[in-house]
């Protein structure tokens, strides 16, 4: 029988070697020793995740090693959601996007995923999304932020609409703005309105943890 | 003295020698179509357009060097990749909009050989190549473009999909990298018979947010060394570019020997632009570095100005420098930036013996 170290451990280790299939294994132990599944996913899976984020950062894990490792925290996460009691407080939210005319959405996808380790609730609205789409999605969901990338300067811009709509529409004290993506730069957040910048998907999720404290 | 050509000043660069002045390489590619006053969709499709514009532009702006690059979505429609081309955005495979060419696994072993040679858009570009080398060859530095066959087969599979495919496929993915590289040898000979000075080989993977070196070996470098070789055999120049952040300089010279890099960001393990000069700037020549969206984009004239005297300073000093943007100048941004490169290289001149 596995201790509650051993699960956690077991969780952590198999989100970070990226293997969908143990994940799953080590989640059905949780709930077969009656752990609580929103701590398997908090202290195993989100703790496995944190360690592929530093090991991104500091140039020893790569995307192909990233996506496996989105897969097994994926798989973990299936069987543990079911299982999750709704938290007394309502979870931090936000709406996710590649802006108009933009499809490069890898950066989005991992940004996503990072997100949703940390008990953050996505709703991840895809690539090539039209302003009034982020805007409506945040009204509707009651989003905390809307966070959005761009590969390509040819649409970052259209990222200022969006703040632009948030403000025409009394929005913009509600919803904070996180930007990211290749050509984008604190400058760029700066120049656009938007209240963060995210070089990569461990600060985005640093970024947005500070947006959250109000700091 | 008489001015030199902006050909002699880049072989000079090439060179790693002091010219009469630093050579200016906006790397101007689908914001020439802004000078003869076309849409983007224009300029991608028709090469006798996209060939008039980049002369154009190289006429207003006065560049010494072009770069025969339409976007990255060129080589993957030879194999039947749909392409989407927005009115005024650079044209993009739809396999980033859900419907890639190989959907499945199995679809990379369908990858067969074709002939560049009736690939409409690698065809347009040889013609391009023909026309701008006819015009301008003997006076302006005239460079080939080839995407490598990892980002080609990116184009067809999306690079999510494919980097997960490398883990559990890897011999599917090899398959379909060694017919890609094939047509991709082709047409970079038909580049060079078409009269280009140099090939640039785009080789993005090679950087640390994006593949380990190990991967980057097996899945590119292995492969793509075949284009570096056959232009060695013609002794003609490789240039490599890329604008990931972290490249690899020394992956990416152990593989292909290049003359030169072009790229937008420092390498892995660099710090600074003194570093860069003192590990690299012998070894090969250097294209860059100016910042495309934070200077060449939002930046005016004055900034583009200091950031390319900063950039002549630390890296100019015995040739083996050329003042470029460290990507395709961005297409919508203003050319009076690009012209600003240019001005850079005029005022502030390190060559200029006094």
Not at chain 2, 122 to 148: C, D, L, P, R
Request: one cysteine or more; a neutral charge.
């Amino acid at each position: 029988m596995s201790t509650r170290e051993d699960i956690l451990a077991g969780l952590a280790k198999a989100v970070i070697d990226g293997d969908p299939d143990v994940s799953k294994v080590w989640a059905q132990k949780a709930l077969n020793a009656q752990m609580d599944a929103y701590e398997a996913l908090t202290k195993g899976c989100q703790e496995g995740m944190k360690v592929v984020g530093d090991r991104y950062t500091a140039g020893t894990m790569f995307i192909p090693e990233i996506l496996l490792s989105a897969e097994a925290l994926y798989s973990a996460m299936d069987v543990l959601r079911p299982y999750i009691k709704v938290q007394s407080t309502v979870p931090a939210s936000v709406v996710i996007g590649v802006i108009e005319g933009d499809v490069h959405d890898i950066g989005k996808n991992i940004v996503k995923m990072m997100l949703e380790a940390s008990s953050v609730k996505v709703y991840d609205l895809g690539r090539d999304v039209p302003i009034e789409a982020f805007v409506t999605k945040a009204k509707e969901t009651n989003a905390n932020v809307i966070a959005m990338s761009s590969l390509m300067t040819t649409t970052m811009f259209k990222m200022k609409d969006v703040v632009d709509m948030l403000v025409e529409q009394g929005l913009r004290q509600k919803v904070k703005v996180m930007v990211g993506g290749a050509p984008t730069s604190q400058a760029f957040a700066q120049n656009v309105g938007a209240d963060a910048y995210a070089v990569d998907a461990t600060e985005a999720v640093k970024a947005f943890e500070k947006l959250m404290k109000g700091a | 003295m008489p001015e030199k050509t902006s050909l002699e000043r880049v072989v000079d660069a090439l060179s790693f020698r002091e010219s009469d002045r630093v050579p200016a390489g906006p790397l101007v590619c689908g914001a020439s179509r802004r000078v003869l006053g076309i849409t983007y969709a224009q300029w991608a499709k028709k090469p006798e357009l996209t060939a008039k514009s980049l002369i154009q532009a190289q006429k207003l702006l006065g560049f010494d060097g072009f770069l025969l690059l339409t976007d990255l979505s060129v080589e993957c429609e030879a194999w039947g990749q749909k392409v989407d081309y927005p009115m005024e955005s650079t044209p993009i495979t739809m396999a980033f909009k859900g419907d890639p060419l190989i959907k499945t696994v199995e679809d990379y072993e369908k990858l067969e050989w074709v002939d560049a040679k009736k690939a409409t858009r690698m065809k347009n570009s040889v013609q391009v190549a023909s026309t701008v080398a006819k015009e301008k060859g003997k006076e302006v530095a005239i460079m080939g473009f080839v995407y490598g066959p990892a980002g080609v087969l990116s184009m067809m599979r999306t690079l999510e999909k494919m980097s997960l495919d490398l883990k559990r496929n890897p011999s599917a993915v090899k398959k379909a990298l060694k017919v890609v590289n094939d047509v991709l040898l082709d047409y970079t000979v038909q580049q060079i018979e078409a009269g280009v000075h140099a090939i640039v080989l785009d080789v993005l993977f090679a950087s640390r947010f994006i593949w380990s070196r190990p991967v980057y070996d097996e899945f590119e470098g292995q492969f793509c060394v075949k284009l570096s070789d056959e232009c060695h055999k013609r002794n003609v120049p490789v240039i490599l570019h890329n604008c990931g952040n972290a490249t690899y300089f020394d992956t990416m010279t152990k593989w292909y020997n290049p003359l030169g890099i072009s790229f937008h960001y420092l390498p892995d393990g660099i710090s600074s632009l003194e570093e860069l000069k003192e590990k690299w700037g012998k070894k090969v020549v250097l294209l860059g570095m100016m910042d495309n969206p934070n200077v060449l984009y939002m930046g005016d004239e004055d900034l583009v100005l200091r950031e390319s005297k900063k950039q002549i300073d630390a890296l100019a000093a015995g040739g083996g420098f050329l003042l470029c943007s460290g990507c395709e100048f961005p297409p919508n941004a203003s050319l009076l930036n690009a012209k600003a490169m240019v001005d850079a290289c005029k005022m502030y001149n390190p060559y200029k013996k006094t």
